[in-house]
């Protein structure tokens, strides 16, 4: 593929030699040898079109997201190497399961732990594309002890210690293996994000619009504004009048809202609008399949986001606290699109605080 800069930078950064420790090993289980596991694709890889895979890995150890990947005439570009350097390795072992194509691209939508921290276990041969923003964070300690990666991270030992009252409660054999199964995979999580785990940033980044071309298709790698994170950037392939939009829109959720905009998500996502896209493919869950869907989801979430800000931000005038701010807040009206979901965490309402109080990092 080659890469041209239309209005954005175009930087190829230098590539930190990582060490990678502890990745592999973390997430052996007891008693069963590394290579049997390794030997195993755990991404369940569904076909959308002729050319687009959704890759996600259900009920496996680790956190992951959802990943897009494009299989072009001689190549493959992926979305997002998910949250471990065994996740990527997994999602690799995916594509291979359903292509002998090389992939010669990642774009990180984002610089979330569930959808960046496996860069480090790509091969060399791999470019990693992402915004200057997620490059920035992915290098600063806000990837190892900011909000996201707190939210992940900090239920995990509370997680294993009700896993070990489980297993030592449960009679039925059976039940009792799945149950180990479980506290060895969430005890291999722990292991991987505590200490030194690595971290590598995209060695390519963007900060307007690039385009990557695979013969005479055409990837537009964009930022289109502050939304998800400050640094986020979707793949829009015109030919296929698809997007894949990382966490910036879904089907049916509005998602973890900790580093977001909601200020500014519902412009960017009046840009996401003007493309001319009938299938968007999310960081998390199902695409969103026609034009009227998509305009329908759209529409939903800006309004679901005006909504969120506009309550919020005026219980902040108000001096109430955040905690309050947040049972105060309803937003039941949005209940039939986004479930049980409709209600934000605290960390969304003191994002939006942060924001009000000029805190949050804008760029
Ligand atoms: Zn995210």
Redesign the pocket.
Known sequence: MNVKADNGRVRLGVLAAMIVCGGTAAWVVPGQPASAQGAAVRHRMTKITDTIYRADAPGTPGINSTSWVFVNDTDVLVTDSEGSPASARSLLDGVKSVTDKPVTYLVDT?F?I??AYGNAALPASVQVIGSDFTRKMLLSPEARQGV?FRNFTDPMPGRIAGLKTQVAAEADAVKKATLQQQLAAAEASLAVYTGNFPLQAPGLTVSGTMSVWSGSKEFRIMWIGRA??AGDLIVYVPSEKAAAT??ILFKATV??QGDAFPNDQPATLDALKKLDVELVLP?HGDHIQGRPAVETAITTMQNYLREEWRQVSTAKQQGVSPDDALKRLDLTAFSAAYGQGVTPSLAAVRRIYDIVDGKAITQ
Do not use: E, F, R
Request: proline share 0%; glycine share 24%; aromatic share 8%.
């Open positions: 984002h979330h569930d959808h996201t998800h994170t990382g966490d998602g973890w960081g």
